[in-house]
């Protein structure tokens, strides 16, 4: 009954997470979002395939067999979420960069908190905690936002003609 449960509810994150997406490149500028969209992506899975590895967290119930990390997470919903994050940060200061980073890992982590003692979507072993997944949240929020921020001052000078 249970890994029912925990199966519908990962159908349930990947609609949602599908429906999220298709939303936020609707709003401009579609490019930068769709960037910020695979760094994260590319970020999330790398870091989770190396927790995974040192058996710091496994996922015992995965809606794709065949990955060991959480792919949903990684690659659809902790993008998307940091994708509006980037939107919600997009003129703020550095101050208000920071703080706005606590409107989405706050919740993300107090689920990721329930999931973990409440169903068999993903489990903490050998020493990790929560707080370790709050400040990878964190980090990897503040890594996407500079790095966008790089992408958008980087040097627009057109490149002269081959001919």
């Given at each position: 009954?249970?890994?029912?449960?925990?199966?519908?509810?990962?159908?349930?994150?990947?609609?949602?997470?599908?429906?999220?997406?298709?939303?936020?490149?609707?709003?401009?500028?579609?490019?930068?979002?769709?960037?910020?969209?695979?760094?994260?992506?590319?970020?999330?899975?790398?870091?989770d395939?190396i927790?995974?590895?040192?058996?710091?967290?496994?996922?015992?119930?995965?809606?794709?067999?065949?990955f060991?990390?959480?792919?949903?997470?990684?690659?659809?919903?902790?993008?998307?979420?940091?994708?509006?994050?980037?939107?919600?940060?997009?003129?703020?200061?550095?101050?208000?960069?920071?703080?706005?980073?606590?409107?989405?890992?706050?919740?993300?982590?107090?689920?990721?908190?329930?999931?973990?003692?409440?169903?068999?979507?993903?489990?903490?072993?050998?020493?990790?905690?929560?707080y370790?997944?709050?400040?990878?949240?964190?980090?990897?929020?503040?890594?996407?936002?500079?790095?966008?921020?790089?992408?958008?001052?980087?040097?627009?000078?057109?490149?002269?003609?081959?001919?």
């Amino acid at each position: 009954m249970t890994q029912r449960f925990e199966k519908f509810t990962l159908r349930f994150l990947l609609v949602l997470g599908l429906i999220m997406f298709i939303n936020l490149i609707k709003k401009p500028p579609t490019k930068d979002w769709l960037l910020i969209f695979l760094f994260k992506g590319f970020i999330s899975s790398i870091l989770d395939k190396i927790i995974v590895t040192k058996n710091k967290i496994v996922y015992p119930v995965k809606l794709f067999k065949s990955f060991d990390i959480s792919f949903i997470f990684d690659y659809l919903l902790f993008p998307v979420v940091c994708v509006y994050y980037n939107q919600v940060t997009k003129t703020s200061s550095f101050f208000w960069i920071v703080i706005k980073i606590f409107y989405f890992s706050i919740p993300m982590t107090l689920l990721e908190y329930f999931f973990e003692k409440r169903t068999n979507l993903i489990k903490f072993k050998r020493g990790w905690h929560i707080y370790h997944s709050f400040i990878t949240v964190n980090v990897t929020f503040l890594i996407s936002r500079a790095f966008i921020a790089v992408v958008r001052n980087a040097d627009n000078t057109k490149v002269g003609s081959n001919g």
